[in-house]
């Protein structure tokens, strides 16, 4: 048996673009090619994945409930997220949808460092170098990744939302 070595911030958004895609018909060169990650990552990513419980064993689909409770309650202390500067960027967390239809964010705007972003406001870090290049080629994807900063940078308001939102996307994926 392979050893669990932790987790890594690529496996989230590994599980998040195979849920985003709502079927097992997927090859790991199409998950690959879809975030830019290289097969071997995905590869090895799925792998620690089935160790912590968060896939199956057969590594095609995504174990909903353990995977909701990682996300809400162990996320933030193994991925936590540190404010930055004022930069151009991809709205993410609460400044996003669906995050930013309940609530306003006024000047606390969030964002993903990326210089053909067309807002401005205080970076954090994606959980994915590649992130800000390729969200927007997939709403659903997009979406789950913003709830997912919320969880890891949000208050308490924010986050409630968020888990709120969560349970609603992948409890009927």
């Known amino acids: 048996m392979k050893k669990h070595n932790g987790m890594r911030p690529q496996d989230i ?5 195979i849920i985003a895609l709502s079927n097992d018909n997927w090859r790991n060169i199409d998950i690959a090619n879809s975030i830019h990650l290289s097969p071997s990552e995905v590869s090895e990513a799925l792998n620690r994945c089935k160790i912590a419980g968060l896939i199956d064993s057969k590594k095609r689909n995504v174990n909903i409930n353990s995977f909701i409770e990682f996300l809400i309650y162990g ?3 193994v991925f936590p997220v540190e404010l930055g500067a004022i930069v151009k960027g991809i709205p993410t967390a609460h400044s996003a949808s669906p995050i930013n239809e309940h609530i306003s964010s006024g000047i606390d705007f969030i964002v ?3 210089a053909k972003g067309n807002h401005r406001g205080q970076a954090i870090e994606p959980l994915y170098k590649t992130l ?3 969200v927007q080629e997939d709403e659903l994807f997009y979406e789950l ?3 997912v900063d919320t969880i890891r940078v949000g208050r308490v308001r924010e986050i409630k ?3 709120d939102e969560l349970n609603k996307r992948l409890k009927h994926a």
């Open 13 to 17: 958004v590994v599980l998040m673009k």
């Open 75 to 77: 996320l933030k202390y």
């Open 112 to 114: 993903w460092p990326y």
């Open 132 to 134: 800000p290049q390729i």
């Open 145 to 147: 990744l913003t709830i």
């Open 161 to 163: 939302i968020a888990i």
